[in-house]
């Protein structure tokens, strides 16, 4: 078993990330650490080239993404945790890769087609290829399981046919080049939406900071976010279909669900009937329980930079060693001649 996974080091971590994503990455650690397998977590700093950047803010959320993560659980020991910027196998992996990638299984991708808009002509080439970057991310380590949420099932899908098709051309039955890697679909991946809109996911780009929860807020800033997230004025109803045409209760039971490992039925079992004057400081004390330790390990570690490098550098050396047997298989294969 081998997991790979990477995220952007864009904004600030929220937690829309944590219960989403990151939480995840601790239980996939631990699970492939069990078995004899190895779970890589890469700062996926090449992706962010994608969009336009600020140098130095990449290199400070890069940091910043680091602390987030072992704060929250991720073990270096572990797990190898590592940015792409330091495993130049990646964007290597990938120009090779473009050969067998195809314009238009690109052109389809819905992700694309979303961050373009109707400027296409004036998107970045990485923009577009951004896709066999990360197919390129997970056949380097010959993975065979990839985390995915509902918006990157399709990038992964990609990954695949990049894979089959190299194999197909170059490689043979008994000996493929690449494993395709499956999905692992978390079976209640909590969707997390913005604490001012119930229909929008929380994000990092949301221009308003009381919209999302971030894991480096302090206690008071949590309960104050909560407090003035947006509601209804109806009491909470005691069943899940009363929160059917109500995004905002919904969003707010589904946190406080996913932070107890509760079902939102067992949530509703307690507080239904109650008002939000009630279930709001309910929640809110909930949130600074849970994130309050994970705020003060990443304060703790955030200006440590000499071991976030560290951090970052052994899980860069231990990844190019692991990636380096596939990149020289690709170059065979391809008729390449390095030495």
Aim: hydrophobic share 40%; glycine share 8%; proline share 6%.
């Amino acid at each position: 078993m081998r997991v790979v996974s990477g995220i952007q080091p864009t904004g600030k971590p929220h937690l829309g990330n944590y219960l989403g994503a990151i939480r995840n990455y601790v239980a996939l650690q631990d699970d492939a650490h069990a078995v004899g397998g190895e779970c890589l977590i890469f700062i996926a700093d090449l992706h962010a080239l994608s969009m336009p950047h600020d140098p130095a803010e990449l290199r400070s959320s890069t940091l910043e993404l680091v602390a987030t993560l072992v704060a929250c659980g991720l073990d270096p020991d572990k797990a190898i945790l590592f940015n792409q910027a330091q495993v130049p196998q990646h964007p290597e992996l990938q120009w090779l890769l473009n050969g067998t990638a195809r314009m238009g299984w690109l052109n389809r991708m819905t992700q694309w087609k979303d961050k373009a808009g109707k400027n296409r002509e004036g998107q970045s080439v990485a923009l577009f290829t951004y896709p066999v970057l990360q197919a390129a991310d997970v056949l380097l380590y010959q993975a065979t399981h990839v985390p995915v949420g509902e918006d990157q099932k399709q990038h992964l899908e990609l990954a695949r046919d990049i894979a089959q098709k190299f194999n197909n051309d170059f490689g043979t039955e008994d000996a493929p080049i690449f494993t395709l890697p499956d999905p692992i679909i978390p079976a209640e991946a909590a969707r997390i939406m913005s604490l001012r809109d119930g229909s929008a996911k929380m994000s990092k780009s949301d221009p308003s900071d009381m919209s999302r929860i971030n894991l480096s807020d302090d206690a008071d800033t949590m309960a104050q976010k909560v407090k003035k997230a947006k509601t209804d004025p109806e009491p909470l109803p005691s069943e899940e279909a009363g929160l059917a045409e109500r995004p905002e209760a919904k969003n707010l039971v589904g946190i406080y669900a996913a932070l107890a490992g509760q079902s939102q039925a067992e949530v509703l079992a307690q507080y239904g009937g109650q008002g939000f004057g009630a279930f709001k400081p309910a929640l809110a004390d909930l949130l600074v329980a849970k994130l309050g330790p994970i705020r003060d390990r990443f304060v703790e570690l955030k200006d440590d930079l000499e071991t976030l490098d560290a951090i970052l550098a052994r899980g860069a050396a231990k990844a190019r060693e692991r990636g380096t047997p596939t990149l020289e298989a690709v170059y065979r294969a391809l008729g390449l001649v390095r030495h």
